[in-house]
């Protein structure tokens, strides 16, 4: 029972709090914005359209109809926001922002015209590992291990992208790294979402927790914060699997339950001017 229901279980959520929390980080550096989450591309939305399809055509299938949504966000959004090659990062926030609401309006009609089916998918979008397998672990871990891997290699160009077009008279190919960064953030959360729902605020958390501890370098942040998100997540999916017993809850609101208040904090500390912007 421990190899076939618990191990991947707790791996899979190991994996998916190491990716979130390695995409937040990057967000961060390449938003120059510590309110950033690897949400903010608008793959959420992308994949709750996804789910939502699926539950109402193929529920046996949520995870790849989820990953495909997530992935056909992110290349709507990039192509919205390129302009003449380039990519603005404020334009790229703003299709994120303006995409997230547009699939908000599709997710929420699929769900009132499907209410006789819809259950598994409302479950899945609050986040939840319940029913992992081994196929799941299998799906997210190359990933999850080569993506976070090449963002802590990349951890020189993730300082540099905080210093914004300053970063082109030190010999930064500016626009060049933020097409890769965004790729590799698009493909670690989707990843993320397609084997769990979309669970929010570790990938927000994990990277001001570990800066407080090792400040901004991201040679050491980087590796720090996935660490954490990992660890955080297998502990938000312990408390959701204990707080009453026997019956569980989507790992997602226990994460936002602990999250939302630290995001309030975060945000009182930008107003006082504490916070990096």
Same mark, same amino acid.
């Given at each position: 029972?421990?190899?076939?229901?618990?191990?991947?279980?707790?791996?899979?959520?190991?994996?998916?709090?190491?990716?979130?929390?390695?995409?937040?980080?990057?967000?961060?550096?390449?938003?120059?914005?510590?309110?950033?989450?690897?949400?903010?591309?608008?793959?959420?939305?992308?994949?709750?359209?996804?789910?939502?399809?699926?539950?109402?055509?193929?529920?046996?299938?949520?995870?790849?109809?989820?990953?495909?949504?997530?992935?056909?966000?992110?290349?709507?959004?990039?192509?919205?926001? *390129?302009?003449?090659?380039?990519?603005?990062?404020?334009?790229?926030?703003?299709?994120?922002?303006?995409?997230?609401?547009?699939?908000?309006?599709?997710?929420?009609?699929?769900?009132?015209?499907?209410?006789?089916?819809?259950?598994?998918?409302?479950?899945?979008?609050?986040?939840?590992?319940?029913?992992?397998?081994?196929?799941?672990? *299998?799906?997210?871990?190359?990933?999850?291990?080569?993506?976070?891997?090449?963002?802590?290699? *990349?951890?020189?160009?993730?300082?540099?992208?905080?210093?914004?077009?300053?970063?082109?008279?030190?010999?930064?190919?500016?626009?060049?790294?933020?097409?890769?960064?965004?790729?590799?953030?698009?493909?670690?959360?989707?990843?993320?979402?397609?084997?769990?729902?979309?669970?929010?605020?570790?990938?927000?958390?994990?990277?001001?927790?570990?800066?407080?501890?090792?400040?901004?370098?991201?040679?050491?942040?980087?590796?720090?914060?996935?660490?954490?998100?990992?660890?955080?997540?297998?502990?938000?999916?312990?408390?959701?699997?204990?707080?009453?017993?026997?019956?569980?809850?989507?790992?997602?609101?226990?994460?936002?339950?602990?999250?939302?208040?630290?995001?309030?904090?975060?945000?009182?500390?930008?107003?006082?001017?504490?916070?990096?912007?």
């Amino acid at each position: 029972m421990i190899l076939r229901i618990r191990l991947p279980r707790v791996l899979l959520a190991y994996l998916v709090g190491l990716s979130l929390a390695s995409a937040g980080t990057a967000s961060q550096a390449l938003f120059k914005n510590p309110l950033a989450d690897p949400y903010i591309l608008g793959i959420s939305g992308g994949a709750a359209v996804g789910a939502a399809l699926a539950a109402l055509y193929s529920p046996t299938h949520m995870g790849i109809f989820a990953l495909l949504g997530a992935l056909t966000a992110v290349i709507i959004v990039y192509n919205i926001s *390129k302009i003449n090659g380039h990519i603005p990062v404020d334009t790229l926030l703003l299709a994120g922002i303006a995409f997230g609401f547009f699939a908000h309006a599709i997710t929420s009609y699929l769900l009132y015209v499907g209410r006789e089916r819809i259950h598994l998918a409302i479950f899945w979008l609050m986040g939840t590992f319940n029913g992992t397998t081994w196929d799941d672990v *299998k799906l997210i871990l190359m990933p999850s291990v080569v993506g976070s891997s090449f963002l802590m290699l *990349k951890w020189r160009e993730l300082n540099l992208l905080l210093l914004g077009e300053e970063s082109i008279a030190l010999g930064l190919d500016l626009n060049f790294y933020r097409k890769v960064i965004i790729f590799v953030i698009s493909l670690l959360t989707a990843f993320a979402v397609a084997t769990s729902g979309i669970i929010g605020f570790v990938g927000l958390v994990s990277p001001h927790v570990m800066r407080l501890v090792f400040g901004p370098n991201h040679r050491r942040l980087l590796p720090a914060a996935a660490l954490f998100g990992g660890s955080l997540m297998v502990f938000a999916d312990l408390l959701a699997r204990t707080i009453i017993k026997p019956a569980e809850i989507p790992v997602g609101i226990v994460t936002a339950l602990f999250g939302a208040p630290f995001f309030m904090y975060l945000l009182m500390k930008r107003k006082r001017g504490e916070l990096y912007a």
